[in-house]
């Protein structure tokens, strides 16, 4: 005779939903794709997110604050630390946001300089990408391809500044006049290292054939594809809520580009195309970012044959006081959207220094973006986005 | 034989066997340092023992040996500790049934792909204890994932090789290779025959290496220990001599899934214009070579291709490669049948 309490048991173990609980994984702050500290708090289902909690500031370096006791000179030393991947692209928006409100206009030849290094940045900034990205996929190869070729990149960049990753090149109205002269010596080289623009061109060559090679080794993989292919669709739409900008935005159709909206260096008298695809799945992100490796390689050969002779720094007061002002001047650094908002007071130093830094909007699209995601694609949607910590965090 | 000779007997096989496969193992991944480093453009190991860094595998070992022995915090102490060694010693137990000569077999089985393809399976169970005693998340997706992963490939592994049992008529590996060995046609005086994968082997021969390096966990299904997602799965929280173990046990894994696949589709320590009482000398020589071959392939894949995606490897393995290999049975039981 059974029970009627235990029927009453059964009929309850029946009726329950057979249920397994959430996990709270932790990824990072030390794990190999989160790109440096980035903590990601995900709830997941097996290899299922349900949903991701991004946890930033572990790189805080408090550069905003620290502008405000730094004279504009010194600021400049700060700003390429903040994407350190392109260094040099982070000073531009800065410089000319100075520029703009001291009301010097630099000469034209290191405007012309200005861009080409800046265009150097962001194709060492995209082998950058060229190279982690099919890591973070698993394919360990095209990283010495693309980092190999990259190395040139940055031996032209530190020839002509000094620094391979930290340039500091950029002063109020020029460039910094003597690459490796400095005050010791008495008469100043005032101009670029000889040799720097054949050096360019034959690295540009080199470049482009390294572009050829990811095209070979990743760009048609099947393998690449199956993992990238209408994985992390972002819509056009949806980035431009998220404030998306650079290759990130142009992925999903929208053909937003600074250096033709909003330029700050004369990119109007050189041809380019804007890398835009439609489909803003990883592997557009990937093949724009390719694409405008190209792109800038044209620009470089084009500004090699444009730049005009001349001084490389304008007439500049020795201490250089900053009339009373604000103003916001933004750049298309590699990763998208850079702009300074700059106020003074009036004297050496700025009252208050607002980065608008790239990353860190580009990241805010994280939770979006990957709900509902495997575990495999969040290393490939979050690879894609291409961001860096210190850019992130300031 | 008396018990006392047949124990010696087997305990000099034993010995051999363990200290040719150990070195084996070293100089896989030897190879895998080097191919590795020249696909891209590195020198790779040049330092250690003076020419070539030949000894860097030696070298990694001892210096393995010295990382400090961690058990994790609410780890399962036991089987944290017995995971590794299980791995290696079912890895081992494979070698027991290949042949390196029609007599240099340790122990030739009636039941050998049988045997074989059940011992190979237990390592399964210690990389699931491994990912599970670790007392982390990312070891236990990557148990997990291995578990699934591993089951699958399983299925297309025995597939193939069952058609090629249905071939030779047997299951003992040293059949095999003789009927690989038999006269397959007569030309003139000559006498030729042809290893299983020219006598309409070929699609097994594919299927049998995909779900091989599948059941390896190299790239490009290596989900279990993927870097780039997990860390390193079910390794995370190894150090010191339990990771040399495992180490160890992924190169001898290659090693004998090579010999198994150089056994039952390229002939094994048989090879053509070798007379047959040369074999038992020229045999290791012979299945080295064709073990060489294969571990130059699956090395050559891994430094090629990105990893799939854990429902994409699935999906390979159920929608392809089964019914694929389901078919290849069937055709070779026809061929069996019919000639």
């Given amino acids: 005779m059974t029970s009627p309490e235990l029927m009453h048991r059964s009929e309850v173990a029946v009726s329950v939903e057979l249920q397994t609980p959430d996990m709270t994984l932790n990824i990072g702050p030390q794990h190999p794709s989160t790109h440096g500290v980035l903590r990601l708090v995900a709830r997941v289902d097996g290899e299922r997110i349900r949903d991701v909690e991004p946890v930033i500031g572990y790189m805080h370096r408090g550069y905003e604050k620290l502008a405000e006791v730094r004279t504009y000179a010194q600021i400049t030393a700060l700003v390429n630390r903040i994407d350190w991947v392109a260094g040099f692209a982070n000073e531009i928006a800065f410089i000319r946001a100075v520029e703009t409100l001291a009301g010097i206009e630099p000469t034209e030849r290191a405007q012309w300089i200005r861009l080409i290094l800046s265009e150097l940045a962001r194709i060492s900034s995209h082998l950058v990408f060229m190279s982690s990205y099919p890591l973070e996929l698993g394919a360990t190869t095209p990283l010495f391809h693309a980092l190999r070729e990259r190395e040139r990149v940055l031996d032209l960049i530190e020839g002509a500044t000094g620094g391979r990753f930290h340039p500091n090149f950029n002063r109020v109205g020029g460039v910094k006049p003597a690459a490796g002269g400095g005050s010791t010596q008495k008469k100043v080289s005032s101009d670029l290292p000889a040799g720097f623009f054949a050096g360019t061109k034959l690295a540009m060559d080199n470049v482009l054939a390294v572009c050829d090679d990811i095209d070979n080794l990743v760009t048609g993989n099947e393998l690449i594809k199956a993992r990238t292919v209408g994985v992390g669709v972002i819509p056009g739409d949806k980035a431009i809520e998220y404030g998306l900008s650079g290759p990130n935005l142009r992925a999903s159709g929208v053909g937003f580009d600074l250096r033709k909206h909003e330029f700050i260096l004369p990119y109007d008298e050189v041809e380019f195309d804007v890398a835009v695809a439609e489909g803003g799945d990883c592997y557009d992100r990937y093949v724009v970012r390719l694409d405008e490796i190209r792109q800038s390689v044209r620009i470089v050969l084009q500004a090699i044959d444009k730049v005009p002779s001349g001084p490389l720094q304008a007439k500049v007061p020795r201490i250089l006081k900053v009339p009373q002002g604000q103003a916001y001047v933004r750049n298309e650094n590699p990763k998208g959207e850079f702009g300074y908002y700059v106020i003074s007071e009036g004297g050496r130093m700025p009252y208050r220094l607002k980065i608008r830094s790239t990353s860190f909007s580009n990241l805010s699209i994280l939770p979006w973006i990957l709900k509902d995601q495997l575990v495999p694609d969040l290393v490939a949607i979050m690879g894609s986005l291409d961001f860096v910590l210190g850019d992130v965090d300031r | 034989m008396t018990t006392g000779l047949f124990a010696l007997d087997t305990a000099i096989k034993v010995v051999v066997v363990l200290a040719a496969m150990l070195s084996g193992a070293l100089v896989v991944i030897f190879a895998e340092l080097k191919i590795g480093a020249h696909m891209q453009h590195r020198p790779g190991p040049y330092y250690a023992g003076g020419r070539f860094g030949w000894a860097q595998p030696l070298a990694d070992g001892l210096k393995f040996l010295q990382k400090e022995d961690l058990v994790p915090n609410g780890a399962d102490s036991r089987v944290f500790r017995a995971a590794p060694y299980l791995v290696v010693s079912a890895t081992l137990a494979t070698f027991v049934v290949i042949p390196f000569g029609p007599d240099l077999v340790v122990r030739d089985l009636d039941l050998g792909v049988f045997y074989l393809l059940a011992i190979s399976s237990i390592t399964t169970l210690g990389v699931l204890m491994a990912g599970w005693a670790s007392a982390n998340k990312y070891s236990l997706i990557g148990g997990l994932r291995a578990a699934a992963q591993l089951i699958a490939y399983e299925l297309p592994l025995l597939l193939a090789a069952v058609a090629v049992v249905v071939q030779a008529g047997t299951m003992s590996l040293n059949g095999i290779v003789e009927a690989q060995a038999e006269t397959f ?103 080295g070579a064709k073990v060489a071959l294969l571990v130059f392939i699956i090395i050559w894949i891994r430094w090629t291709w990105p990893r799939l995606r854990e429902d994409q490897l699935q999906d390979m393995a159920w929608r392809w490669l089964i019914p694929l290999a389901l078919a290849n049975i069937v055709i070779a039981g026809i061929f069996k049948v019919a000639f």
């Fill in chain 2, 185 to 287: 046609i007569t030309v003139g005086s000559f006498d030729i025959s042809v290893p299983f994968l020219l006598k309409g082997q070929l699609i097994g021969f594919a299927i049998f290496m995909i779900a091989a390096v599948a059941e390896l966990s190299r790239i490009p299904f290596d989900m279990p220990i993927a870097e780039s997602e997990l860390t390193m799965g079910y390794l995370t929280e190894y150090s010191g001599i339990r990771f040399t173990m495992f180490f160890l046990g992924e190169y001898l894994a290659i090693i004998s899934m090579a010999a198994v696949a150089a056994t039952l589709y390229l002939g094994g320590y048989w090879a053509p214009f070798i007379p047959e009482n040369l074999l038992n000398a020229a045999g290791p020589l012979i299945l």
